[in-house]
Antibody
């Protein structure tokens, strides 16, 4: 059973950079075939796709956030990371990591989510 | 970006009811449409992928249909654990996009 677990600060100050890590267990990022993704959900709102990283390190970022997003992968630790710079209150959200692709071409496994609040 | 319009935004139903939620994509997405439900404080859970394929472990009362631009999720015989918010999502291309959600509430 694949499991994903987000970790990182719950509180970030405006203008700072958010750094989150997603640790994968029960499956290897290195095996390929999946897009390791980040999605966020503003309080009481819908879901916003941030982007993905492949095991090779290739990335896709949503154009709406592209200028502020960086993703990386560490296959030796079986984890991948998200950095989002120049945080503002509008970035307050629950951030999820998820696995995309494979035979479902859907987000079939999700982390439990981590609430990030941007506040002075 | 492909827009996915979901309706209704909310509905009230009773246990045992048949419920239908629809999604319409802004362009043809073949069968690259997935359905999730989400309970408060938890992550979305995949129910249906490829428009009509039931994800492993999901009860058969959930069915999906459609192709091209119009899709439907049907819950036959609503159960207490089905009261949640439902989202559709297109996986035809990037950026992946989601419908706005349908909140299914108890009547």
């Amino acid at each position: 059973q694949v499991q994903l677990q987000e970790s990182g600060p719950g509180l970030v100050k405006p203008s700072q950079t958010l750094s989150l890590t997603c640790t994968v267990s029960g499956g290897s990022i290195s095996s390929g075939g999946y897009y390791w993704s980040w999605i966020r959900q503003h309080p009481g709102k819908g879901l916003e796709y941030i982007g993905y990283i492949y095991h090779s390190g290739s990335t896709y970022y949503n154009p709406s956030l592209k200028s502020r997003v960086t993703m990386s992968v560490d296959t030796s630790k079986n984890e991948f990371s998200l950095s989002l710079s120049s945080m503002t209150a509008a970035d307050t959200a629950v951030y999820y990591c998820a696995r995309d692709g494979g035979h479902t071409t859907a987000f079939d496994y999700w982390g439990q989510g981590t609430l990030v609040t941007v506040s002075p | 970006d492909i827009q996915v319009a979901q309706s209704p935004s909310s509905l009230s139903a009773s246990v045992g009811d048949r419920v239908t939620i629809t999604c319409r994509a802004s362009q043809s997405i073949s069968n690259y449409l997935n359905w999730y439900h989400q309970k408060p404080g938890t992550a979305p859970k995949l129910l249906i992928y490829g428009a009509s394929s039931l994800q492993s472990g999901v009860p058969s009362r959930f069915t999906g249909s459609g192709s091209g631009t119009d899709f439907t999720l049907t819950i036959s015989g609503l159960q207490p654990e089905d009261f949640a918010t439902y989202f559709c999502q297109q996986s035809y291309n990037t950026p992946r996009t989601f419908g706005q959600g349908t909140k299914v509430e108890i009547k």
